[in-house]
Each structure stands twice: as structure tokens, then as C-alpha cells.
T-cell receptor
């Protein structure tokens, strides 16, 4: 079946540190992959996505590359800011017996300290 | 600006009481979704609707009901049959052809039991 596994948090980093949040997936067929961000007290926002192998999604300094060989879609940012403190969700859109389905990971909380 | 409005932001329920969470969108999106968010569990799909007057159960529909009488509105009722309703509830929407990928989220309703 389809599923998404992301690294457990919480993650705490100092401002300007390098960020990696790991995400791996299991899927039948050729899924699309997504990262969503949830700022405190708000709903989720789509951060970036990739629809096929080797695609790189990017937005607001964040990047993630769709790696079919390692079934991964790790989120990276070269220099985090305090305003990046949020919960990050990896997600997958893939086919199943009942049609196209959408799956969220459990979320990784990031806190950036000045 | 287009978006999704959820109300109220905070809601309290007494034992044995039904409560209804409002979700309205002005994005002209065909599909709407309800998710439940619990700490450490990510988002779980309660119900979704792809067109007016039609909706399907998600992964955790028991104890919940919905209606979709208008394109703009997708209210969720938490019934007394839902034994553990305390959670953060998120409504989302997407345009046609997105394969159940939620594109826009509301800011959520936090439901607590008195």
C-alpha cells in the first residue's frame, strides 16, 4: 500500500543552520510527493511538490528532490530563520484499489532559535 | 481574497451533545475535505466531497456526519457517538482534477470537551 514516513521531531536549530527533514515513502505506481507547512495556530499551506522522479520542488528557500531509487523526498534549507518555526508534513498522492488517495506523514516540528 | 473560512476557532462540547463546525470557501473549488489532527498522528481524513450533494467517508468517519448542499459549504457535525472528539479539525478544498490533493486549508477549529 501507500504510506509516508517522516523523521520524528521535535527538531531544534539555531538561526542560519542547515535543515534536513527526512521523508521516505512506499507507493504503488508513480506517486506525486508534497511538503506542507503549518505555522502555529493556522492550517496547512502547500510548500512545494514534485510529480515525477528526479524533479526538484522549491519554494521560500526550501528544496526537496524526488528520489525514486531511495524512495525519498527529504526537505532541505541551507539557512533557517526564526520565522521557519512550524510543523512540516510530507505527503503523497498515489493510486490505490479505490482510486487516487492522499496520505500525510505524522509531521515534524521545527523550532529555530535566535 | 479567496480562501477557506472555518468557524468557530474554538468550540466546547458537553457530553452527549452534537456540535457543527462550519467551513465555507470562495475559491470555486469542487472538492472539499475534513481532517482531524491529533498530536503525533498527522492528519486523518474524516469525510470528503468531490461535488455538490455527494460525499464519501474517509478513514475515520465514525461519529461524524457531513452535508454538501452548496458548493461553497461543507459543514461537519461531531455527534455524541464520537467518544473522543477533542482535536483540531481542518477543512480543505481543491479544484477539479487534483486527485484528492488538498490545495487550500482553513485555519482550523479546536474542539474540546467540557
Amino acid at each position: 500500500g501507500n504510506s509516508v514516513t517522516q523523521m520524528e521531531g521535535p527538531v531544534t536549530l539555531s538561526e542560519e543552520a542547515f535543515l534536513t527533514i527526512n521523508c521516505t515513502y512506499t507507493a504503488t505506481g508513480y506517486p506525486s510527493l508534497f511538503w506542507y507547512v503549518q505555522y502555529p495556530g493556522e492550517g496547512l499551506q502547500l510548500l512545494l511538490k514534485a510529480t515525477k522522479a528526479d524533479d526538484k520542488g522549491s519554494n521560500k528557500g526550501f528544496e526537496a528532490t524526488y528520489r525514486k531509487e531511495t524512495t525519498s523526498f527529504h526537505l532541505e534549507k541551507g539557512s533557517v530563520q526564526v520565522s521557519d518555526s512550524a510543523v512540516y508534513f510530507c505527503a503523497l498522492s498515489g493510486s490505490s484499489n479505490t482510486g487516487n488517495q492522499f496520505y500525510f506523514g505524522t509531521g515534524t516540528s521545527l523550532t529555530v532559535i535566535p | 481574497d479567496g480562501g477557506i473560512t472555518q468557524s468557530p476557532k474554538y468550540l466546547f462540547r458537553k457530553e452527549g451533545q452534537n456540535v457543527t463546525l462550519s467551513c465555507e470557501q470562495n475559491l470555486n473549488h469542487d472538492a472539499m475535505y475534513w481532517y482531524r489532527q491529533d498530536p503525533g498522528q498527522g492528519l486523518r481524513l474524516i469525510y470528503y466531497s468531490q461535488i455538490v450533494n455527494d460525499f464519501q467517508k474517509g478513514d475515520i468517519a465514525e461519529g461524524y456526519s457531513v452535508s454538501r448542499e452548496k458548493k461553497e459549504s461543507f459543514p461537519l457535525t461531531v455527534t455524541s457517538a464520537q467518544k473522543n472528539p477533542t482535536a483540531f479539525y481542518l477543512c480543505a478544498s481543491s479544484a477539479r482534477g487534483q486527485g484528492r490533493q488538498p490545495q487550500h486549508f482553513g485555519d482550523g477549529t479546536r474542539l474540546s470537551i467540557l
